[in-house]
Nanobody, 116 residues
């Protein structure tokens, strides 16, 4: 089992910044992928960004150049720095972990609201 605890969501004006954090604990593997997904009301959950334990990253086209994902393997923590936020970024953001077992674990979700 892997537990994920998120923090850092909130309300921000358009053009502002937020930083999300997600700390993982439990019985995981050192080789893994951690990432952030988001789900807006009435929409499907979508990938925002992901990073492997080796540091390779992947971003949704809609956030490229504005969001940066990073991780601290020593702390089992992944971060999402979100800059130049837009109202369409408003969603519940979920931390995700999976490894060679291909079992996905999810955080509880954190609300990000961007006002225009």
């Amino acid at each position: 089992q892997v537990q994920l605890v998120e923090s850092g969501g909130g309300l921000v004006q358009a053009g502002g910044s937020l930083r999300l954090s997600c700390a993982a604990s439990g019985s995981g593997f050192s080789i893994n992928v951690m990432g952030w997904y988001r789900q807006a009301p009435g929409s499907q959950r979508e990938l925002v960004a992901a990073i492997t334990s080796g540091g390779s990253t992947n971003y949704a086209d809609s956030v490229k150049g504005r969001f940066t994902i990073s991780r601290d393997n020593a702390k089992n923590t992944v971060y999402l720095q979100m800059n130049s936020l837009k109202p369409e970024d408003t969603a519940v953001y979920y931390c995700n972990y999976h490894d060679v077992r291909n079992i996905h674990y999810w955080g509880q979700g954190t609300q990000v609201t961007v006002s225009s």
